[in-house]
């Protein structure tokens, strides 16, 4: 590695982004930004509502008028812009891991290598495909020439939430600029700094005005706006499941926008005797202690077969009090703070129940330290499937261990839950990992490795996990809508 | 200072040049090593606008290709370091290349007019921008080019991967020097193959320069090969090679044909040619006139004629002919010819003295066989090998110069009645590599797009290449497509992984 520089501090960009250009909230309000670190306030942000959701979607429909510069432009010269933020995301990206480390609370260096790695790659994934979306040419029946484009869908709300503020952004911006359309972006309100900076680098790259807006605001006012929106198009919506429920329901009270949903997910992570041990412990111990358990993938219902299950308990424990807890500058911290008080009270009440429901605690448990919402690495062991901390998604440090006996037992427990994001099996067997990675009801199943993600594979949930998928080529699709243009010849021949 | 120069797309302001040429690069090009040929043979690379020697150029033979052959196959060993890499890494190797070479344009610019004699401001704003734009389209594709897996009968799941297949050999022509080889690097290295490229040795210098751009940008060592020298050497050891995986090959179809046979006296290597052609332009009367002039003329006489894809039999509906040919040759008349470094310059010399006596040679045919000349005709200058730009009227299908490719810059135009009659004589061709409509018709233009035996058809327009489009012959002008997602085809090997499982369900 080298000598790493030391983190940079800068004034932080508060306005609203619309238009390329730098606005204050039209109501005049402003919310506040804290450092989950230390609780402290970093700075103050303009706050979007209403009437700010309302310019910037005038802005986009503009950005995105038959005619405009972003309409007209070059499907490759879309992707060079795209490629032309991913450099500058890349020249700036100490400044971002910066921002992004002390705005979420994540460990600088796993920012910088991981969160910021991950945004650029995804913006030049997309740059990339920018013009390869093809029709196609159709043998339809009779005396017709048929054939498709995959125009831009129009004007796409997008909201994000805090875990991973830049990389949503990316996941994001990619497909949808890839493909042509014009955005609206409201980052989730404890984290807006990295996204507003974000903008900047769009002006900077030579987006054409009005193709990105920026919106930092409050889910109740400008998320809801922009979900109700009778001019937005689509909704992509990145967050919690009760919250997914509620854009659904605003999407079809209003205009029938087109939604796509990435929700919560209660993650099964299914460990064999014939695992190689040592790698299955520190895959579920990363699993779902990265990011501080603030993982929509997060492995928290580990299922591990009878026979190793005292074992892979002991061990899992060891393991959970080796990790790291410190200040996200420290370059020996595994784990920061979690987001906010309200989710380190949240998670306290979670552990609280499995306490009182009768599970193990083996370690953890606590709130650590008296500056910023720091939770100790907590690992339950004896968790039956009826207890909440089996059920309910914690979004914290909180490490569930439950005993299986059988593949066909193992398979029905794993599949007993309304989400179905992600999965994960851990076993030297062939067939064993055919079997579950068949029979799992879950968007990615991994097989002998844990959140193992890269812009070219689809990401997404079964059931309340969500609707659509994210990344690959299929993250295209649900940016494109399909026309289909059919001509009279004089004589059709093959 | 600044002129502005107006090409046949639109119009462009290009800086004057000063010729600083500093030749750094004329050896063999292999392992990322430079080296002289085991013989150490050189041969002569001229300038066409002069007939002077340029310099002097390693000429590989067999024993060259033997090396470079083992190179690349060392490179594409299971577990080495291209192998290993993830697609993604490729991508951004060949769009650290685009980048260099745009950082290179106005050099290598300079090198491609001094080698090929295209008029600089050709070279500097189509040549080097469609070269940087097809490199950095398959950068995209590197990591998209994606298998399927499959809903196979039966207890099994069924996947397929798309693998590189492993050495290409790749011989590319003169007249494009630099973007044929970025047709040819884009799509082998975007799959993940290894390359052994044997350049043209009429213009070996400027893939050569490139050469040392693939090493700066940091392509692992054998990956890329490239070997100045003659085709008959050079270029049949690789046809012929034992441990070369596929050959991909742009020229005349004369060779193309040998090829072809040596593939299949050798290992049965597979093949993709891109060959020549006797493109049908065929010009409707409700066509917009003066944009068919120009069109039918730039279809032409574009880099000297030195185009597979040239428009070399204009077909022109009887009762406008009078009207077109009049103006095509006016507009002949007023092509600028001169020397490529002058802005002004339209059009430049012919390749090489070879290629300078046959077009002479067709223009005599031409006129003996009874064609009307009406223009032109003779050489245009005492040194180098500039010929006038030629138009010959009258010309019937049976005619020599209707039949044959010249690649020159000789205009033959027909006429013609109906549509039926013009689809008729426009496919009568061995070759099948372009065509173009110009109507305003929307039928018209439907049934000739469809009954032209082409693969590329334009409809009111000519020679528009994009990276994105497929561009390959029907017939005796090719096999296979180049550019597109389609040009990936040709540098893959599908293999198809079948995996029993307990029990598959939907």
């Not at chain 1, 450092?35 to 503009?62: F, L």
């Not at chain 1, 900047?200 to 109740?220: M, T």
């Amino acid at each position: 590695i080298g000598t790493i520089p030391p983190p940079l501090s800068a004034p932080y960009l508060t306005q609203i982004f619309i238009d390329n250009e730098w606005h204050d909230s039209v109501s005049g309000k402003v919310f506040p930004v804290y450092d989950p670190a230390t609780g402290e306030q970093i700075c103050e942000v303009q706050e979007a509502d209403k009437a700010d959701v309302d310019k910037a979607v005038q802005a986009a429909r503009r950005a995105f008028a038959l005619g405009s510069p972003w309409r007209r432009m070059d499907a490759s010269e879309r992707g060079r812009l795209l490629a032309k933020l991913a450099d500058l995301v890349e020249r700036d990206s100490v400044y971002l891991a910066t921002m992004e480390s002390l705005d979420c609370g994540k460990p600088f260096l796993t920012t910088l290598f991981v969160d910021l790695q991950g945004t650029i790659k995804t913006l030049r994934y997309f740059a990339g495909y920018a013009d390869k979306i093809h029709g196609t040419t159709i043998p339809m029946d009779g005396e017709y020439l048929t054939f498709t484009r995959h125009e831009p869908i129009g004007v796409c709300g997008q909201i994000i939430p805090w875990n991973f503020p830049l990389m949503m952004a990316a996941w994001k911006l990619g497909p949808a600029l890839a493909a042509g359309n014009a955005v609206v972006l409201k980052p989730a309100e404890q984290t807006p700094l990295t996204c507003l900076y974000l903008g900047a680098l769009v002006r900077e790259a030579g987006f054409p005005p009005g193709v990105v807006n920026i919106l930092p605001g409050f889910g109740p006012t400008a998320g809801s706006a922009i979900a109700s929106h009778m001019g937005i198009d689509k909704v992509a919506f990145t967050g919690s499941t009760e919250v997914g429920k509620l854009i659904q329901e605003a999407a079809g009270r209003s205009n029938l926008k087109r939604v796509t949903l990435e929700l919560g997910g209660k993650n099964p992570n299914i460990i064999f005797a014939d695992a190689d041990m040592d790698l299955a412990v520190e895959q579920a111990h990363q699993g779902v202690f990265f990011n501080a358990g603030q993982c929509c993938t997060a492995g928290s219902r580990i299922f591990v077969e009878e026979p190793i299950y005292e074992e892979f308990v002991r061990r899992s424990v060891e393991r959970a009090k080796r990790r790291v807890l410190g200040s996200p500058s420290d370059p020996t911290t595994e784990q920061g703070p979690q987001i906010s008080q309200e989710q380190q009270a949240r998670v306290l009440e979670l552990i609280q129940s499995g306490i009182s429901e009768g599970a193990t605690l083996e370690c953890g448990g606590k709130a650590h330290g008296l500056k910023g919402f720091y939770v100790e690495p907590t690992v339950f062991s004896n968790v039956t499937d009826d207890m909440r901390i089996a059920k309910e998604e914690i979004f914290g440090p909180v490490q569930q261990i439950m005993k299986f006996k059988t593949l066909e037992e193992v398979i029905e427990r794993a599949n007993d839950t309304d989400y179905g994001l992600a999965a994960a099996v851990f076993t030297n067997d062939i067939n064993k990992a055919m079997a579950i990675s068949t029979a799992v009801q879950a968007g990615t199943v991994w097989i002998n490795c844990y959140n193992a993600l890269s812009t070219q594979c689809p990401f997404g949930g079964y059931k309340m996990s969500g609707n659509g998928r994210e990344l690959g080529e299929c993250g295209l699709k649900e940016y494109s809508e399909v026309k289909t243009i059919t001509m009279r010849l004089l004589a059709k021949n093959s | 200072s600044l002129q502005a120069v107006k090409t046949s797309h639109n119009e462009l302001y290009v800086a004057s040049c000063h010729l600083h040429i500093i030749l750094i690069v004329f050896q063999l090009f292999i392992n990322n090593q430079w080296q002289d040929a085991q013989s150490g043979k050189t041969f002569p690379t001229i300038n066409p606008s002069t007939g002077e020697v340029i310099c002097h150029v390693a000429e590989a033979d067999k024993t060259d290709v033997d090396r470079a052959v083992k190179a690349a196959r060392a490179a594409f060993r299971l577990g080495s370091p291209w192998r290993r890499m993830d697609a993604s890494d490729r991508g951004l190797l060949l769009t650290r290349l685009a980048d260099a070479i745009e950082r290179d344009a106005g050099y290598l610019a300079e090198l491609e007019t001094l080698d090929n004699g295209k008029p600089y401001a050709i070279s500097y704003c189509v040549d080097i921008p469609n070269v940087v734009k097809c490199l950095r389209y398959y950068a995209g594709w590197a990591d998209k080019w994606e298998g399927k897996t499959i809903p196979i009968d039966g207890d099994y799941f069924c996947y397929t991967r798309h693998e590189p297949i492993g050495v290409c050999g790749q011989i590319i022509p003169w007249n494009f020097p630099l973007l044929m080889q970025a047709w040819k690097l884009g799509p082998a290295l975007a799959t993940g193959n290894t390359i052994v490229m044997k350049v043209a040795e009429q213009t070996p210098l400027t893939a050569l320069y490139v050469a040392n751009l693939i090493k700066e940008v940091g392509f692992p060592e054998g990956v890329v090969n490239i070997l100045p020298g003659m085709g008959p050497s050079a270029g049949a050891a690789i046809a012929a090679h034992m441990d070369v995986d596929k050959l991909a090959f742009t020229g005349s179809t004369e060779v193309g044909h040998l090829i072809q046979q040596a593939s299949g006296s050798s290992n049965l290597k597979k093949v993709t040619l891109e060959l020549g052609g006797k493109s049908p332009n065929i010009i409707l009367s409700d066509a917009n006139m003066e944009e068919a002039v120009e069109q039918a003329h730039f279809a032409l006489f574009f880099n000297q004629g030195q185009c597979c894809c040239a428009g070399s039999r204009t077909y022109v509906q009887a009762d406008i002919y009078d009207e077109f040919v009049e103006r095509s040759v006016e507009r002949t008349k007023n092509r600028v010819t001169g020397d490529p470094f002058d802005l002004k310059t339209e059009h430049g010399p012919q390749i090489d003295d070879e290629q300078f006596k046959k077009i002479l040679n067709y223009i005599d045919i031409g006129k003996k066989e009874g064609a009307k000349m009406l223009c032109g005709g003779k050489a245009a200058s005492d040194k180098g090998y500039f010929i006038q730009p030629t138009v010959f009227g009258d010309v019937h299908d049976q005619m020599t110069i209707a039949r044959e490719e010249i690649f020159g810059p000789v205009m033959q135009i027909m006429k013609f009645k109906t549509l039926e009659e013009v689809l008729e004589r426009a496919n009568d061709t061995k070759y099948g590599l372009a065509a173009a409509v110009f109507t305003k018709d929307i039928d018209k233009a439907h049934y000739l797009s469809s009954g032209l035996r082409a693969g590329t058809v334009w409809i009111n327009c000519y020679d528009v290449f994009g990276a994105q489009a497929p561009f390959g012959g029907f017939k005796a002008s090719g096999n296979g497509r180049e550019l597109g997602e389609y040009g990936l085809d040709n540098y893959t090997e599908v293999k198809t992984v079948t995996i029993k499982v307990p029990q598959k369900n939907s």
